[in-house]
């Protein structure tokens, strides 16, 4: 390849440097994945399984099928560490082409959609609690979008302790939910439903449950452009990967066992809002307020590590490209990709304004992101397989235990999902579709530039 073309040759004076911490990555997972997932999808994941027996089995699953993916990533993270991450293990293994599709699917579908996404979380629950009127929850959004732009423009490592602290706040969320019940079990107080007596056999639900669960867990895998920055360049984001996940499943196996506690199955499957519901069995009639702040703290900190990772695909793109150059500029007083962080947010603006005309932002921007995202992680996943056969000369500090089983399971698991997102197509998958053709009009712009 054109050594002038590689992001992680290019402008050496102005690239990532390795001064982050395994404890820092973690932070940033937790903050990327724990959010919306966890506070919207209990409900249709008690519907789908039937029993607490399989509702926490499918917890389970999806803590270790993301366990599986992120060893996947640990492989491709110590032996191919760039600030692109994903867009830079496309690269080597299926060429610029896929990887600049990637890249631009990240940009203008998936991190973008969830920091729209996430923005309406947050919104539905601030206008709850003070109205702005009946598009308050789109005002919230665009509110948030536009100060969490401006706070990571501050330079991601002038301001650490601010990050911790908003990630501390998050898992502080989860954990009032958890208290919650604790608070329930101690006065004896019995489910607001009890539970029905478990059929035998597999529920049929199971599958559908297994894809809100995952849908819950996504996000973990964007850590990987962290991967050119971190201390320890040989284990470092194994252990920051598998902490993680051990983590993040943790949190959410306390907090489903409180809403499972609360409410049992039969209640938890016919509550939309189940947080808010077990919160106000155990405190009373401030929960609201409670509540609200609990999903706030966790939308807030999702939204701030999705604009701290999605730029730097940005970046790493860009400056593999000659004519998207002014995206792939590299602050190096600040430690940011401006440019990338800058226009990651006013895409954000525009998707929540989509959003806004769909009249459900958070259900459009879901239909939006999934099929791109999980089709394009399969594609990584299957990475570890191909470049292991391609690429044998490749430094491998980590290889993938069970191999090749592990990586084909985690791979089989994102087409499934892939699959099941687009099983009941709308508006937003169609759109998000649309943005992927798209893309590939843009590449065929760029690559003009590069012959």
């Known amino acids: 390849m054109n050594q002038n073309l590689d992001p992680d040759r290019n402008h050496e004076t102005a690239a990532p440097h390795r001064h982050v911490s395994v404890l820092y990555v973690v932070m940033v997972a937790v903050a990327m994945v724990v959010g919306a997932g966890i506070f919207r999808s209990p409900a249709d994941i008690a519907a789908g399984t039937g029993s607490a027996f399989w509702f926490f089995t499918a917890w389970i699953a999806g803590g270790l099928i993301s366990l599986a993916g992120a060893l996947c990533f640990a492989e491709l993270a110590t032996m191919l560490p760039s600030a692109g991450g994903d867009y830079h293990f496309l690269r080597t293994t299926y060429g610029r082409n896929v990887a600049f599709l990637f890249a631009w699917s990240r940009f203008a579908v998936i991190n973008t ?60 969320g989860l954990l009032i939910v958890f208290i919650a019940g604790v608070v329930l079990a101690i006065s004896g107080a019995p489910p607001l439903a009890p539970d029905p007596v478990p059929k035998a056999g597999i529920p049929g639900g199971f599958g559908m449950a297994l894809l809100y669960v995952l849908f819950a867990f996504s996000g973990w895998s964007e850590v990987s452009t962290l991967s050119a920055e971190v201390r320890d360049p040989r284990r470092g984001m194994l252990r920051a990967l598998v902490a993680s996940i051990v983590t993040i499943t943790v949190l959410y196996l306390v907090a489903n066992w409180a809403l499972w506690r609360g409410l049992g199955i039969q209640g938890l499957a016919a509550s939309r809002t189940p947080a808010s519901d077990v919160i106000a069995l155990a405190f009373g009639n401030w929960a609201g307020v409670l509540t609200a702040l609990a999903i706030s703290m966790a939308t807030l900190t999702s939204i701030n590590a999705t604009i701290v990772v999605g730029a730097r695909t940005t970046y790493a793109a860009a400056a593999d490209w000659p004519r998207l150059a002014r995206l792939g500029h590299w602050d190096e007083g600040r430690g940011i990709p401006v440019a990338g962080i800058v226009s990651q947010g006013a895409v954000g603006l525009l998707l929540v304004a989509f959003g806004t005309y769909t009249r459900d932002g958070f259900a459009t921007m879901v239909d939006y992101s999934s099929p791109v995202f999980w089709m394009f992680l399969s594609l990584s996943g299957f990475a570890v397989v191909v470049l292991r056969r391609r690429r044998p000369d490749l430094p491998r500090p980590f290889r993938v235990p069970f191999f090749p089983w592990l990586p084909l399971l985690f791979c089989a698991s994102c087409l499934f999902v892939t699959w099941s997102s687009l099983e009941y197509v709308r508006l937003g998958a169609l759109a998000g579709l649309a943005m992927l053709a798209v893309g590939g009009v843009v590449l065929l712009w760029v690559r003009r530039a590069t012959g």
Do not use: C, R
């Not at 309406?120 to 969490?148: E, Q």
């Open 113 to 172: 959609g969830s920091i729209a996404l996430l923005g309406f979380v947050l919104g539905d629950y601030a206008n709850a609690v003070w109205s702005l009127g009946p598009h308050g929850s789109s005002w919230y959004a665009l509110i948030t979008i536009v100060a969490m732009t401006l706070f990571n423009l501050k330079g991601l490592y002038t301001g650490q302790a601010a990050d911790y602290a908003m990630t501390g706040l998050e898992v502080g």
